[in-house]
C-alpha cells in the first residue's frame, strides 16, 4: 500500500527521489496545499477502488491517516 501511495504523491512532490513513510505529514513533509491533497485523494480513490467523502479527507493529516481510511474501506468491502 505504502508503495501505490509513494507512487501517488510522488506526482505532487518536486523530488523522484523521496521516501514517503507513514508518519509523514501531507501538508508540511510532502508540502501539498488544499488543491493538491484533494487531487490525490481522487488519485487515491481510483487507484485503491474507493470512494472517498470530503468530510474523511480533513482527517488526512499523515500518510498514516490515509493508509488507515484505506484499510478500513477495504475490510468493508470484504465484509
Request: net charge negative; charged share 30%; with cysteine.
Amino acid at each position: 500500500m505504502l508503495d501505490k501511495l509513494q507512487k501517488i504523491a510522488r506526482k505532487y512532490t518536486d523530488s523522484e527521489d523521496f521516501t514517503l513513510t507513514e508518519n509523514m505529514t501531507l501538508l508540511t513533509d510532502l508540502g501539498l496545499n488544499s488543491y493538491e491533497l484533494v487531487q490525490m485523494v481522487c488519485d487515491v480513490e481510483d487507484v485503491f477502488e474507493i470512494e472517498i467523502p470530503d468530510r474523511a479527507i480533513s482527517g488526512f493529516k499523515t500518510v498514516q491517516n490515509v493508509m488507515d481510511y484505506i484499510a478500513s474501506q477495504k475490510e468493508r468491502t470484504l465484509i
